[in-house]
Structures are given as C-alpha cells and as structure tokens.
C-alpha cells in the first residue's frame, strides 16, 4: 500500500496559544484532498487533543501524519513522565493538570477519552521516565 | 438559519465575521473545551464565556459555525487575530450563556 503523503511537525512545548497548529494544518490538507468533513472533524479533535497532551503533560513532542489510500495514521511521540496507568487516564473526568491548564479550559480529563471516541484505533505505549508514544487511525 | 441572521434577530455584536452564510445547524453550550470538542456537532453555534486564543482552535478543529461569547466576555487582540486568520465568526453579547440558549432555542425551532 503507498503511501499518499506524510506529514512531520514539531510541537512546542512551552506555548499553548501556537498549540493546534499542527491539527489545523492536516485539516487544511485533508479538506484540499477532498475528505468528508466529518472524517476531517474527527482526525483534527483527536489530533489537537494529542498536541494539547504533549504541550502540558510532556514539554512537546513531535506529530506524524500519514495519509494512506484507506485510512489515517496520528502518531504523537514525547519524551515526558510516561502514563503511569493508561486505564485510568482513559477515563473521562481524570485529569492530572495543573490549575493553571485547567484555567484556560483544558484538563477536564476529556482528551484520551476524545481521542479515542474520535478515532477508529488507539494505541498508547507509554514508560514512565521515558516518553510516550500514541497512535491513532481514523479508516476513510 | 444563517449566522448574520441570528446577529440581527439575537442583536449581536460581531467580533469578527468571516462567513455570515455560514448556517446554524444546532447549538452547544460550555467552557470546558476538551469536553466542548467531545460534545459539539459540526455547525453548532458554540455558546461560551471562554475567551483565550484556544477558543478558536476549538472552534476551527471542531466546525462550529460561530462562536458567541456571553456575559460581555473580554477578548484580546490575539484571540480576534486568530479568528481573523482562521476565518471563525466571533460573536459577543452581555446577556447569559443561558439568555442565549433560550433566545436560540427559540428562533431555531420557530
């Protein structure tokens, strides 16, 4: 299967108003290629929630995007504190951000939870110490 | 029912109007905006009194058709920026977030 086109962005860690950069320019992409809005919707939201993750969880990360016939690919990678337990992080409401996230709106501990409703897999392979790396498919 | 019509029939004042045939398909409410983005419906008009530059990353990620901004919420320069360049209709008014869901409920199912 070859791929169509390949997407690399470095996410900064220290600047939540540049946060969503990445996402909105995928959308922009996907829109040109033709995708169904919703499609578009879906890989957008759960891509942002994953930037939104590594700016305040990880100190950034790096954002890949692969855009194959059938499906598309989110890969997120940091090297922050790891996800010491994923069961729990996956719950809606957990939330292990700081007050001064949470002032701006985020941390309702609804981002995992979002990423996986807006996608059709979610893989998170996370060691703590050592990084995390997140992967996500939406099928088209 | 098109944005630029519920400006004239809510009496809004337009922070920054991109698309004003944009067309209102539904309403949600709500501030916190990682649950926002989880609720809200492609062309919802987005009621809120959350005001930072991430507003309008929601609201372009998300789809919403506009942004209201209750209680007179401040906004920066920043935040009208963004919406400029990410082409978001930004809306404002003193009334509620409340107000302003019954007002829409109201003229949306009319």
Same mark, same amino acid.
């Given at each position: 299967?070859?791929?169509?086109?390949?997407?690399?962005?470095?996410?900064?860690?220290?600047?939540?108003?540049?946060?969503?950069?990445?996402?909105?320019?995928?959308?922009?992409?996907?829109?040109?290629?033709?995708?169904?809005?919703?499609?578009?919707?879906?890989?957008?939201?759960?891509?942002?929630?994953?930037?939104?993750?590594?700016?305040?969880?990880?100190?950034?990360?790096?954002?890949?995007?692969?855009?194959?016939?059938?499906?598309?690919?989110?890969?997120?990678?940091?090297?922050?504190?790891?996800?010491?337990?994923?069961?729990?992080?996956?719950?809606?409401?957990?939330?292990?951000?700081?007050?001064?996230?949470?002032?701006?709106?985020?941390?309702?501990?609804?981002?995992?939870?979002?990423?996986?409703?807006?996608?059709?897999?979610?893989?998170?392979?996370?060691?703590?110490?050592?990084?995390?790396?997140?992967?996500?498919?939406?099928?088209? | 029912?098109? $944005?630029?019509?519920?400006? @004239?029939?809510? +009496?809004?004042?337009? %922070?920054? *109007?991109?698309?004003?045939?944009?067309?209102? !398909?539904?309403?949600?409410?709500?501030?916190?905006?990682?649950?926002?983005?989880?609720?809200?419906?492609?062309?919802?008009?987005?009621?809120?009194?959350?005001?930072?530059?991430? $507003?309008?990353?929601?609201? @372009?990620?998300? +789809?919403?058709?506009? %942004?209201? *901004?209750?209680?007179?919420?401040?906004?920066? !320069?920043?935040?009208?920026?963004?919406?400029?360049?990410?082409?978001?209709?930004?809306?404002?008014?003193?009334?509620?977030?409340?107000?302003?869901?019954?007002?829409?409920?109201?003229?949306?199912?009319?």
């Amino acid at each position: 299967m070859a791929d169509v086109l390949k997407l690399h962005f470095d996410v900064d860690g220290d600047d939540f108003t540049s946060a969503g950069e990445a996402s909105a320019d995928v959308k922009k992409r996907l829109r040109l290629m033709g995708y169904d809005p919703e499609i578009i919707r879906r890989v957008s939201i759960a891509m942002y929630e994953g930037e939104i993750n590594m700016v305040i969880h990880a100190g950034g990360g790096v954002a890949d995007v692969s855009v194959y016939p059938d499906k598309i690919e989110i890969v997120l990678e940091d090297k922050g504190p790891g996800i010491p337990d994923i069961a729990l992080a996956m719950s809606e409401g957990f939330s292990t951000a700081p007050d001064t996230v949470r002032s701006l709106g985020f941390g309702a501990g609804m981002g995992l939870p979002n990423m996986k409703r807006y996608t059709d897999e979610l893989h998170i392979d996370s060691k703590v110490g050592e990084g995390t790396k997140v992967t996500m498919i939406v099928n088209t | 029912m098109t $944005v630029t019509e519920i400006i @004239t029939a809510l +009496d809004l004042e337009v %922070i920054h *109007l991109a698309d004003g045939e944009r067309e209102i !398909d539904g309403v949600y409410t709500g501030d916190l905006l990682s649950w926002v983005m989880g609720k809200l419906s492609y062309g919802n008009a987005w009621i809120t009194i959350m005001n930072n530059v991430n $507003v309008i990353a929601v609201a @372009t990620l998300a +789809d919403a058709s506009c %942004i209201i *901004l209750t209680e007179r919420s401040e906004i920066g !320069d920043d935040v009208i920026a963004k919406a400029e360049a990410c082409g978001v209709n930004i809306l404002r008014t003193a009334k509620s977030s409340y107000e302003i869901c019954c007002m829409l409920g109201k003229i949306l199912n009319a």
